[in-house]
């Protein structure tokens, strides 16, 4: 039997082109000694919960810079929860305004994180989370 | 863990799916239970490789496979398991392979897997032969296998896969990179992809002149034996294959219907020839090695103290004794 592995779910939804931030966090990941599966640009909630189900994934982690947040986040753990994967821990990062974080927190998103966040927080977060899911 | 869980695949469920292959590839004790009862439903699926060096295609390549197989009038269930390389620095992994495998991802009969080496230095994941056998289990008629990104030696993926697909890319390297021994005489097919880049149809030549060397050779064992053969061999040869060396341009879906349509054809010729069963054996037996040689020393470890281990290999690092000197002590301990 070998160490269980955090696996991660890195993907883009929505129109926004933008993936230097889900790289780098997926490079950062990486270097943690997690295993980061990354799908590209403009995913929709389905294939994003369709990815993380072939895969097994932990967390799926969720980049967003469009402003479409609000619309979408609640699309992708909706699809997650009818796919029985309730325990994926959620993380997003991107341009999330303030007031609606409390929203996005109360709907099942673990962490929002903002421009400039340090990475190893990000990795630090991912492993609490993790540990929690394999108590359980 | 959960008795239901077989029950649950054999179903097509997804998600008892999913984590059967995780169960798998950690080699959980549950994993390990689930291999075993799955083990009599296996040896149907065909196995295909795909290999060939980093950026050349590999994963374009197999969504358009996907696709086409997809298409096939028999509707049959296409599984891909792709391996990217492990950092051997932090243990972590980037796994991008479906980032050109989103077209069929959403198809029901349609199960991609992404699989980090951990380590091991083949082209394959130690576990790779394992989440294939559930696939096979399941169900899927095709699984297909990709490697990491190959150079010349990475050539586990013939020991697992019916099939053999080198995918090789204009402009690699003169005509000397394809006489020499490794990945390219692994191959059942040759794909040149990115045909449409410049100096493929040199690259196409070199190949299907290394490809004619071989057949000749194989031709002149089998058929044109006579001073070494009796004639009754003659009769009696087995079909040759002779690997094609097929063009495409995977981002474009050109030339993958030949491919798809070769692999057809050499899964008919395993199937015809009995060279099907051959390779399953083979592929049996290399699984069987590979489990008593890690279970050897598995058991062995655990009846050596540290000590003694430490002990003896800090006489090596000390240059007192050799390393061969070194593992017949530690055989004796």
Not at chain 1, 106 to 114: F, N
Not at chain 2, 85 to 112: H, N, W
Not at chain 2, 289 to 307: F, G, H, Q, V, Y
Not at chain 2, 309 to 317: G, W
């Amino acid at each position: 039997m070998t160490e269980h592995k955090i696996r991660v779910l890195i993907a883009k939804p929505g129109l926004d082109g933008h993936d230097r931030g889900a790289k780098v966090i997926a490079r950062a990941l990486r270097d943690d000694g997690m295993e980061v599966i990354y799908t590209g640009l403009r995913q929709t909630p389905e294939m994003i919960a369709e990815a993380a189900l072939q895969e097994d994934v932990d967390v799926v982690g969720i980049s967003i810079l469009s402003g479409a947040h609000n619309a979408l986040i609640p699309q992708v753990i909706e699809k997650l929860r009818a796919n029985g994967q309730e325990d994926v821990f959620l993380f997003l990062g991107g341009i999330i305004p303030q007031d609606d974080i409390p929203a996005l927190l109360a709907g099942g998103v673990r962490k929002v994180y903002g421009p400039g966040t340090n990475t190893a927080q990000v990795c630090t977060d991912i492993r609490e989370a993790f540990a929690e899911r394999i108590e359980a | 863990m959960k008795p239901t869980l077989l029950d649950e695949l054999r179903k097509g469920d997804r998600l008892a799916l999913s984590r059967l292959l995780t169960q798998v590839e950690r080699d959980t004790p549950s994993g390990r239970a689930a291999l075993e009862e799955l083990f009599p439903a296996t040896g149907h699926a065909h196995k295909i490789g795909i290999t060939g060096p980093p950026g050349s295609g590999k994963s374009t390549l197999v969504n358009a496979l996907v696709y086409a197989l997809r298409s096939l009038e028999n509707d049959p269930k296409v599984a891909v398991v792709a391996v990217d390389p492990t950092s051997p620095f932090s243990g972590g992994a980037i796994l991008g392979d479906r980032v050109r495998m989103l077209e069929s991802q959403s198809d029901p009969k349609v199960f991609i897997r992404s699989m980090a080496s951990r380590g091991a230095l083949g082209g394959l994941a130690e576990r790779t032969a394992a989440v294939t056998q559930v696939f096979d289990a399941a169900g899927y008629d095709f699984v297909i296998i990709e490697t990491v990104g190959a150079g010349q030696s990475e050539v586990d993926i013939v020991r697992l896969a019916h099939t053999t697909i080198v995918v090789d890319i204009p402009g690699t390297g003169d005509d000397i990179q394809s006489i020499k021994a490794g990945i390219l005489e692994i191959a059942d097919i040759l794909v040149v992809n990115k045909s449409d880049h410049p100096g493929a149809d040199a690259t196409l030549r070199n190949l299907s002149t290394m490809v004619a060397m071989g057949q000749r050779r194989q031709y002149s064992a089998t058929k044109h034996g006579p001073s070494l053969s009796t004639p009754k061999a003659e009769t009696e040869a087995e079909p040759a294959w002779y690997v094609p060396v097929l063009k495409t341009i995977a981002a474009e879906k050109t030339g993958i219907e030949r491919l798809a349509d070769a692999i057809l054809r050499h899964g008919a010729y395993l199937r015809e020839s009995g060279m099907w069963e051959q390779k399953e054996a083979a592929a049996l037996r290399e699984t069987i090695i590979k489990m008593l040689a890690s279970t050897l020393l598995k058991n062995w470890r655990a009846r050596i103290p540290d000590e003694e281990l430490e002990a003896i290999l800090a006489k090596v690092s000390a240059r007192n004794i050799s390393p061969q000197e070194a593992v017949e002590r530690l055989l004796a301990l």
